[in-house]
């Protein structure tokens, strides 16, 4: 839920949530160029590049969502294995580009599913697509929000909103863009790599960003009305956007972040922030883990994790979408056990002598 008034909220994420990080990681072990898992034609003798380049992820993916305590239910989600071939496109060199999402819509849930249904074919559709995946994607999430406040005549719809979180798969890269506070998650043996930025007010950067454009932050709420401070819709608040749809406070371009699969880079789990509300990233990765070495079934596992956050006493929305890319279950890790040497002091071996002499006189 991001819609608020001037009441003072605590921002609950972690520090690295809130933190400055680069749209562009590099992980110091693995190969970072534009887009080179899908343009790379070179051959290199270098044996853990080698290693790199045999793996070739095999996406499965699930989904599962709840209403929660809410009276409606504004979360929607898509999975789609080939983008192209869901338009009507053929594939690049008969390579499959995978689509994922989660909306977590506010004031209704006109915009979540105008995204939803919209969102994947102006990236398809883009001339650029998909070779240079960044520019469309991000071009394509300023469109969609361009065109859902030409389109949508219907004041119901215009006055709502929807935080946006995409992943697409294409090759061994692995493409995520996020515009509001829904998160993207990565289980690298077993280690939980966070793969987006929550926008926040309490964010140091996207205040920075906020208060160039003439906004403010107002008791945590962005211009005193928002939890977010990216987000497609919300055309209907005034001071929010300008028409141009990137230059107001509140802006639908998304952060993206772009890796390399290996071997070791296990699934991606992307939840609506009502999922991380009561997880957090180490601890959704742990219980993802445990469940799919148990059964190895990537619906099933989405649904206990929700079922899991309802226990926990999440009271929004709750959205899972999960991506495997084994078909394996992930490996269980021993963690070997340390040899400690115990010793006692002089002291308290006197102290045992002078109880064992106790003991026998």
């Known amino acids: 839920m991001v819609l608020g008034n001037k009441q003072t909220i605590v921002c609950v994420e972690k520090l690295e949530a809130c933190g400055e990080i680069a749209q562009m990681e590099k992980s110091p072990d693995l190969p970072q160029s534009h887009m080179e898992g899908i343009c790379e034609n070179t051959v290199s003798t270098d044996g853990k590049q080698n290693q790199l380049t045999s793996f070739v992820p095999a996406a499965r993916s699930g989904e599962w969502s709840d209403i929660g305590s809410r009276d409606h239910m504004e979360d929607t989600h898509v999975c789609i294995t080939d983008l192209a071939e869901k338009f009507g496109y053929s594939s690049?060199?008969?390579?499959?580009?995978?689509?994922?999402?989660?909306?977590?819509?506010?004031?209704?849930?006109?915009?979540?599913?105008?995204?939803?249904?919209?969102?994947?074919?102006l990236i398809v559709e883009d001339a650029d697509f998909p070779l240079k995946l960044e520019k469309v994607v991000t071009r394509s999430f300023l469109q969609t929000d361009i065109q859902f406040a030409k389109m949508c005549t219907l004041q119901s719809m215009l006055s709502s909103g929807t935080t946006a979180l995409t992943a697409m798969i294409f090759g061994r890269s692995l493409l995520v863009a996020?515009?509001?506070?829904?998160?993207?998650?990565l289980?690298?043996?077993?280690?939980?790599?966070?793969?987006?930025?929550?926008?926040?007010?309490?964010?140091?950067?996207?205040?920075?960003?906020?208060?160039?454009?003439?906004?403010?932050?107002?008791?945590?709420?962005?211009?005193?009305?928002?939890?977010?401070?990216?987000?497609?819709?919300?055309?209907?608040?005034?001071?929010?956007?300008?028409?141009?749809?990137?230059?107001?406070?509140?802006?639908?371009?998304?952060?993206?972040?772009?890796?390399?699969?290996?071997?070791?880079d296990e699934f991606l789990i992307i939840g609506s922030d009502g999922i991380w509300d009561v997880f957090t990233n180490q601890n959704?990765?742990?219980?993802?883990?445990?469940?799919?070495?148990?059964?190895?079934?990537?619906?099933?596992?989405?649904?206990?994790?929700?079922?899991e956050a309802v226990r926990r006493?999440?009271?929004?929305?709750?959205?899972?979408?999960?991506?495997?890319f084994h078909l394996e279950p992930p490996v269980r890790i021993t963690v070997p056990r340390s040899r400690v040497r115990r010793s006692i002091s002089a002291e308290g071996l006197h102290s045992l002598r002078c109880l064992l002499e106790s003991q026998v006189l």
């Open 313 to 324: 006493g999440a009271v929004d929305n709750l959205t899972i979408v999960l991506i495997c």
């Open 284 to 307: 959704a990765v742990d219980f993802a883990r445990r469940r799919l070495q148990e059964h190895n079934d990537v619906k099933i596992c989405c649904k206990e994790l929700v079922e």
């Open 187 to 264: 289980s690298r043996l077993g280690t939980a790599i966070e793969m987006s930025r929550d926008h926040r007010p309490c964010c140091i950067k996207e205040r920075r960003r906020i208060e160039s454009l003439g906004g403010y932050v107002d008791d945590g709420f962005l211009n005193g009305q928002l939890g977010v401070t990216r987000a497609i819709g919300d055309w209907h608040i005034e001071g929010m956007k300008e028409a141009g749809g990137s230059d107001g406070p509140l802006s639908a371009e998304p952060e993206l972040k772009l890796i390399t699969l290996t071997k070791d």
């Open 92 to 121: 690049l060199g008969g390579e499959a580009v995978s689509f994922y999402g989660v909306f977590d819509g506010h004031g209704g849930k006109g915009a979540a599913n105008f995204v939803r249904d919209n969102l994947p074919r």
């Open 178 to 185: 996020n515009a509001g506070d829904c998160r993207a998650v």
